[in-house]
């Protein structure tokens, strides 16, 4: 008499089926557009001030400075700025928005203030006002 | 004799599919980055022109200097982050929203430097800040 064969079946079905809400989650949460922060950006850490909990404003300009061998790199909307595009990039969001326009700066934390001055002598002379500094929020003590 | 038709079944090939949705969900893995938990701290920067009311009674001024290599004085008395700290808590708890803080940062001292004193300024509830560069 033949022995009738066992076959073992995987059930796939399933298996597609987590897979494919894994994608989807995966996809929705994936950013698809430019990042207006610098990831490389070393911050300066916090403790004690709130963290932001929405995000900056969709107007606010967000300036990143990191030191490279001793020079100063902008970075805005992925992109790098000279002090001098930085400069009419504040002019441009002022006559466009208004001087309360917030700016936030992301500067590495060992970057020397007198290259954070420079960007807030342009803030001053745009007529800017609301400037923010940013640091990475470590929790309270 | 009844020959059965063999019913011929239409087999997707869901190997090669099964391995695209996995490649794909491989790509969403590695290319998700971890949020970076901000804090942002609001500052003043000096007005070119400063327009001040006579009849507005004036604030108390805080001036705190911050130096290199970590260090820093309030009112020209040399003290640590911590003192600064403990100072600037007092000063806060007795009369916070009138108090404004001047901070004045040495050119070669950093931005962690200015921001641990923003730091330690929020967490006295002192808001009014000020920040300018020692000449």
Redesign the interface.
């Known amino acids: 008499m033949r022995k009738r064969e066992e076959t073992l079946e995987v059930p ?1 079905s399933s ?2 089926d987590i ?2 809400l ?2 989807i989650f ?2 929705v ?2 950013k698809m557009q430019t990042d207006v ?1 610098d ?1 490389q950006v070393d ?10 909990t929405d995000g ?1 404003p969709p107007e606010a300009i967000t300036i990143n400075v990191r030191e490279i061998n001793g020079d100063m790199m902008i970075i805005v909307a992925g992109s790098r700025y000279t002090l001098a595009q930085v400069g009419q990039l504040l002019i441009m969001a002022k006559n466009r928005w208004g001087n309360s326009v917030p700016i ?1 700066l992301r ?8 290259e ?2 420079r960007i ?1 002598e342009l ?2 002379k745009a007529g800017l ?9 470590y929790g309270r003590d | 004799m009844a020959h059965k038709k063999s019913i011929d079944k239409i087999e997707t090939p ?1 190997s090669a ?2 391995d695209v ?2 490649l ?2 491989m790509y ?2 590695s ?3 971890p949020e ?13 022109s400063a327009i001040s009311n006579p009849q507005q009674a004036p604030p108390q001024l805080l001036e705190i200097h ?1 130096l290199p290599n970590f260090q820093y004085s309030i009112q020209n008395t040399p003290m640590s982050l911590d003192a600064v700290g403990t100072y600037l808590q007092r000063v806060g708890a007795l009369n916070s929203k009138d108090t404004t803080v001047i901070i004045k ?12 004193v ?3 300024c ?2 006295a509830n002192l808001s009014q800040l000020n ?1 300018m ?1 020692m000449q």
């Open positions: 796939l298996l597609i897979t494919f894994l994608i995966f996809v949460t994936a922060i990831r911050l300066a850490k916090s403790y004690f001030i709130p963290p932001l900056p936030v500067c590495d934390s060992q970057l020397p203030y007198r954070v001055q807030n803030v001053g006002y609301r400037v923010s500094h940013a640091a990475v929020d | 869901l599919l099964i949705v996995f794909l969900l969403f893995i290319s998700q980055q970076i938990p901000e804090a942002h701290v609001a500052i003043n920067l000096p007005s070119p911050v940062v040495a050119p070669d001292a950093t931005e962690g430097n200015l921001v641990s923003l730091d330690r929020n967490k920040v560069m």
